[in-house]
């Protein structure tokens, strides 16, 4: 399997960026890759094996998807790693796992957010690479508009 990285720096100190990543408060407003598209609902416990999951949806509603994934390493302000169905295969009922870690890489006041994932098979490369990186400038955007 192929894998992919994308990757953004905020300038701010990683108490922050790690509680607005993962509070389901602020995911939200940040975890969907085009502006014509929303991200509706999202809960997250972020514990290891258990779960986290999102639905995005076109603003017109005219489509919408779930993602859930469920976690396997989590060290706090450092690092996330997580498993989730590969969701090509839902219809076929064949349990296909992609992995994806993001490290956060504190270097004084600035955070360099790395996502590696592992490519799925109906998207090709350019067009899954643009997705992610969207949902990351996303929430660079995001987090820098808010207040503290």
């Known amino acids: 399997m192929t894998r992919l990285k994308v990757w953004v720096i905020i300038k701010w100190d990683i108490n922050k960026i790690w509680e607005v990543w993962n509070n389901p408060e602020h995911i939200v407003n940040w975890c969907f890759a085009w502006d014509d598209w929303s991200c509706p609902k999202a809960s997250n416990n972020l514990k290891i094996w258990e779960q986290f999951s999102t639905t995005m949806a076109a603003r017109d509603w005219s489509m919408s998807f779930d993602l859930e994934w469920e976690y396997i390493n989590i060290i706090k302000n450092k690092l996330i790693e997580y498993v989730m169905i590969d969701m090509q295969y839902w219809e076929y009922y064949i349990e296909k796992w992609r992995k994806v870690l ?35 400038d996303r929430f660079k955007k995001y987090f820098e508009s808010l207040s503290f």
């Open 102 to 136: 993001v490290n956060f890489i504190e270097n004084n006041w600035e955070v360099e957010i790395i996502e590696e994932f592992d490519a799925e098979e109906i998207h090709n490369i350019d067009m899954q690479i643009a997705w992610w990186q969207s949902i990351l």
